[in-house]
């Protein structure tokens, strides 16, 4: 972490300077007549992207919710190892990796064989796989989750803070003006009602450049951009509850998975604190047209359904934190913004939906929250490069089409998931009765694990995704999935740290350099000439869409990383551009290169697959995903990609 660029300041370095004057200074009661991005729900979804937004003094953003203040007790509890290092961009991991269940294992138990009343243990796998992340699968309340980036919002430049008890009632957007005219800076009208005692009933009306709908299932923005989620219901009732209890069954702080011959299905998972556990259950099959709120479920009920899934083990339940019913269903929208089907080449989306706006599925794979979480992650860094100009506005578009197709992957998951859980396990002694092998389950379920890490994702090629031409010179960095982390050894100070967590939520790009075999002092080195380039040349994407008067990597930033020990390079005989002068002093940064850390084995060259004779520029856009990968002499290129996008 770094601070103090622009002067000493005592304190948390956490908490930004405000803003001046800061927006928490200025802020009266009602909500202001025109924000350039309105967030419409406070859950997972629009924190993300409010803390993302909130650390542009520039950009003036609002969050509102229909609630009275912020979630104390939430529903999701799954993060995923992707979710955590996105958690590290913004700073918080390891408040999250502090206070959360760890989930290092987990069990499949199955009826036994011999007596197929009672249960048996028939598998136990590591639950991530060594080296997928550096950080763990974790559980913690979703409520907590939201306090961290509540936390981000308030230490942010801008101060954001949510504004409680408002319910949208519709938006209007000005379509799009023809040639010649002039198009509204706010083209967007959203009509909201307070909903607090104090002033229940009074409207207000906002004007936006952009609004984001992250207002769940029953989203309101998605009803007004007359988008519909399209799917099906498994016809399939479960129960959730959070229970204080105590039981002889050996795995109950285990993630577990249960299946019992006649009794249904039960999957355990630990919460954080040592004694919390939430128990995921199965009920009934539901008819065609019933709904789950027909079947009457009480606490008791799920209890009982719990105990006999578990038999020969016991469970005494003391106290219930929460519990709800559900029935499994997938669905999922065509688009995520306000874009028609088949939108003019010079049209961009004003309005969008992210998270349960979305789409939904079963909560068992722990991918809501998560996959949420994403979606906003994916929208913030492109709003906020549109709206500081540091992009075309086409970046916009590709929103819809990246999200919707992960979307799409973990509903076809979910579904096959979901189906083979509520299947009944096969019976060896009765080959005729339907159901899924235990065995099956459990192979199934570590083929998919990358997946429900969700380190999976892949994004097709666009204008921010470049051709894997050169995806040779590191097979570890695939283009469109996510930047895999590795340690490497700080130059300056010899410290081990994880280059991953240089790509932090500040809306920037990165060029990742990593070096031929050549001594990066050499007049022969390809490293040496390409930081020449970006330094000096007219044609350098560095000089041509840096601000001017702003820092050299305010929008680029180049970091290298070299093949030679860090005792053996000398500091002072390296590129300029990796050494730049920041700030009002004009400081120097020493935070932008790195080496192997040859002492443990970890060479990164290794790790990801870099060819070591040529070397190359791995880019990373802000989201921690990689764009392209090029040859480090391949100026031109890496020119043009820039330029496709870039203003």
């Not at 304190?11 to 909500?31: C, H, Q, T, Y």
């Not at 350098?540 to 930033?557: C, E, K, L």
Request: glycine share 6%.
């Amino acid at each position: 972490m770094q601070f103090h660029l622009n002067g000493f300041r005592p304190g948390n370095p956490e908490i930004s300077e405000a803003a001046e004057p800061s927006d928490a200074a200025r802020r009266v009661d009602a909500l202001p007549a025109e924000v350039d991005v309105l967030i419409v729900g406070c859950g997972p979804a629009g924190l993300t992207l409010a803390a993302q937004l909130a650390a542009f003094p520039d950009i003036k953003t609002r969050i509102v919710e229909q609630k009275t203040g912020p979630l104390l007790l939430g529903q999701a509890d799954g993060v995923a190892c992707r979710t955590m290092e996105m958690f590290e961009a913004f700073g918080f991991s390891e408040r999250v990796m502090k206070e959360a269940y760890w989930v290092n294992e987990t069990s499949f138990w199955k009826p036994d064989d011999n007596e197929r009343a009672n249960i048996v243990r028939s598998g136990r796998i590591q639950d991530v796989e060594d080296g997928l992340s550096e950080f763990p699968h974790v559980i913690l309340n979703q409520a907590r989750v939201h306090e961290f980036y509540l936390d981000v919002m308030r230490n942010a430049p801008t101060r954001l803070e949510p504004d409680y008890s408002r319910q949208l009632l519709d938006l209007t957007i000005v379509p799009p003006s023809g040639e010649g005219v002039r198009a509204p800076a706010y083209p967007v009208t959203v009509r909201l009602n307070r909903v607090d005692p104090a002033h229940a009933g009074q409207a207000e009306t906002v004007k936006a450049r952009f609004v984001v709908g992250c207002d769940g299932a029953r989203s309101a923005v998605r009803k007004s951009l007359g988008l519909e989620l399209h799917g099906d219901s498994a016809n399939q009732a479960w129960g959730v509850m959070d229970v204080l209890a105590i039981t002889d069954f050996p795995d109950f702080r285990l993630k577990s998975a249960i299946q019992s011959a006649n009794e249904g299905n039960l999957l355990i998972i630990p919460r954080e604190g040592g004694y919390l556990v939430r128990l995921y259950i199965e009920l009934e099959k539901l008819s065609e047209n019933e709904r789950v709120s027909s079947l009457n479920v009480t606490p008791d009920r799920l209890i009982a359904a719990a105990q006999r899934i578990l038999h020969p083990y016991s469970l005494e339940v003391k106290e219930i934190a929460w519990w709800s019913v559900y029935e499994i269903g997938q669905r999922l929208c065509d688009r995520y913004d306000n874009l028609p089907e088949k939108p003019a080449q010079d049209s961009f989306p004003r309005a969008f939906i992210a998270g349960d706006a979305c789409h939904t599925h079963s909560p068992k794979a722990g991918q809501g929250m998560n996959v949420s979480m994403q979606d906003a992650f994916n929208l913030g860094w492109k709003l906020a490069s549109v709206l500081r100009g540091r992009c075309s506005p086409e970046v916009l578009r590709t929103y819809s089409v990246e999200r919707q197709s992960v979307a799409k992957e973990l509903i076809d998951f979910d579904r096959k998931w979901a189906r083979m859980f509520s299947a009944p396990p096969k019976d060896p002694l009765n080959r005729n009765r339907e159901g899924v092998d235990p065995a099956e389950f459990q192979r199934y379920f570590i083929k998919q694990a990358r997946f429900t890490a969700g380190t999976e994702t892949h994004y097709a090629r666009s204008i921010i995704s470049g051709k894997p031409i050169y995806q040779h010179l590191a097979e570890g960095f695939t283009i469109g999935m996510r930047f895999h982390s590795a340690p490497v050894i700080r130059l300056a100070d010899a410290k081990t740290v994880q280059l991953g967590h240089t790509v932090t939520a500040d809306g920037r790009w990165r060029v990742f350099a990593f070096a031929d075999a050549a001594n990066p002092a050499a007049s022969s080195s390809r490293l040496r000439a390409l930081c020449e380039f970006l330094a000096e040349s007219p044609g350098s994407p560095v000089t041509r869409h840096t601000p001017a008067g702003a820092d050299i990597d305010s929008a680029i930033d180049v970091r290298a990383i070299f093949q030679q020990s860090h005792r053996e390079l000398a500091i002072d005989a390296m590129p300029a551009l990796l050494l730049p002068r920041k700030g009002r002093f004009g400081l120097r940064d020493y935070e932008k290169m790195f080496c192997p850390d040859l002492k443990s084995g970890a060479d990164i060259f290794d790790l990801r697959g870099i060819d070591r004779t040529r070397g190359c520029a791995v880019v990373v856009r802000p989201d921690q995903y990689v764009a392209h990968v090029l040859p480090l002499d391949d100026y031109s290129e890496l020119a043009s990609f820039f330029d496709e996008f870039m203003l």
